[in-house]
């Protein structure tokens, strides 16, 4: 893996971050509107989808962390001679 890869990789995953908090946003927006909700209306309908963002979030920050992770360990592995496992 090339430093580029990773950078690459991480761009990536921070933008589907972006694009899913930008479509909260929207929704959240959208819920705001709606003369028909009530304010507890609002909150329960938006509830769930927070928490899937929240859920979704944490996925990507982790799979993150692995990326820079393995990377870490691959150079460590090259300059001080670990072997693998």
């Known amino acids: 893996m090339s ?4 950078e690459e990789k991480i761009d ?3 933008a589907n971050a972006r694009n899913l908090v930008n479509e909260y946003s929207q929704t959240q927006a ?3 509107n709606d003369p028909s909700l009530t304010e507890i209306g609002k909150r329960e ?3 769930p989808i927070h ?3 929240t859920e979704q979030l944490a996925a990507l920050r982790q799979q993150e962390k692995d ?3 393995t ?3 691959k150079l460590e592995r090259n300059v ?3 072997p693998a496992g």
């Open 3 to 6: 430093l580029e890869f990773i």
């Open 12 to 14: 990536g995953i921070r």
């Open 30 to 32: 959208e819920v705001a």
């Open 45 to 47: 309908h938006l509830a």
């Open 51 to 53: 928490e899937a963002l």
């Open 67 to 69: 990326v820079v992770k």
């Open 71 to 73: 990377k870490r360990e």
């Open 80 to 82: 001080f001679g670990l």
